[in-house]
């Protein structure tokens, strides 16, 4: 299970929206006139910041938790955004998109292989012609020069209501598939007593640059481009390329 409701409270508390800085960041991929899809777009921690610099952005995902609480959020805004429940690989929407933009390394959540394959080929036919898709992906740099095949990581944030939600997870990483496992508890606690918690199981792949060209070379891409740029002391490396 991936993003369910105590998942979805966490990130929201921890990461809130996109600011400044990151629009700046992918602005000058967009053009105002475009029609933009956000696939898996969560709970609109950039979808809703690009709504309302007037951009016209759909977003898709497969949490009916992360979409209700994108849907809550927009609307405290003044805001009814188009969302569609679905899976990214399988997904038949009803408009054709100038770009496609999956921001900070989600596509990376795509797993096995074949599931990232059947995005971009699913990508592809819901672009229109010279449309552009715009990935922003990472090679988890950090994990793999420490060559610890196991990491535990624990994080947590407090709530409105006077408690906290406590995340731990144990990573493993297989160098040879290039992904990071992680299974990982939310524990949510209030007086010191656990009132909910949610198990998460997840897959973290990365792909290195000219894989990457190929790959979306075989999914009928062409005119890639690939800029290395960093942002928040972190490497991005964003690749654009065009139906
Ligand atoms: C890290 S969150 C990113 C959300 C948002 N793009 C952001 O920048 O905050 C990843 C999102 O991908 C969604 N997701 C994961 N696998 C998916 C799939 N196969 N199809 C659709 N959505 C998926 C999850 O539900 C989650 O909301």
């Known amino acids: ?96 998109y100038n770009v496609i933009l999956i921001p900070l390394g989600s596509f990376q959540l795509l797993y096995p292989r074949s599931a990232a394959y059947q995005a971009l080929s699913n990508f592809n036919r819901h672009l229109l012609e010279g449309g552009k898709l715009i990935l922003d992906l990472f090679v988890p740099w950090d994990a793999l020069s420490k060559r610890n095949e196991n990491e535990f990581n624990t994080k947590e944030v407090l709530t409105p209501d006077g408690g906290k939600i406590v995340y731990q997870s144990h990573d493993q990483i297989n160098i040879y598939d290039q992904n990071i496992y992680s299974e990982a508890v939310y524990k949510k606690i209030i007086n010191d007593q656990i009132v909910a918690d949610e198990y998460e199981q997840m897959h973290i792949s990365w792909y290195y640059r000219y894989e990457m060209e190929l790959m979306l070379e075989k999914f009928g891409f062409r005119h890639i481009s690939f800029q290395e740029k960093i942002f928040r002391d972190e490497n991005h490396m964003l690749f654009i390329a065009e139906k």
């Open 1 to 96: 299970m991936m993003y369910g409701k105590l998942c979805t409270e966490f990130y929201d508390l921890d990461k809130r929206f996109a600011d400044a800085d990151e629009i700046s960041f992918y602005q000058p991929c967009l053009d105002q006139a475009d029609v933009i899809l956000e696939p898996m777009c969560g709970s609109g921690r950039l979808l809703i910041p690009l709504l309302q610099q007037g951009y016209s952005i759909h977003g898709v995902d497969n949490s009916v938790s992360m979409l209700e609480s994108c849907k809550q959020r927009a609307r405290a805004r003044g805001l009814d955004p188009v969302l569609y429940h679905d899976s990214i690989e399988t997904m038949d929407l009803p408009c054709r």
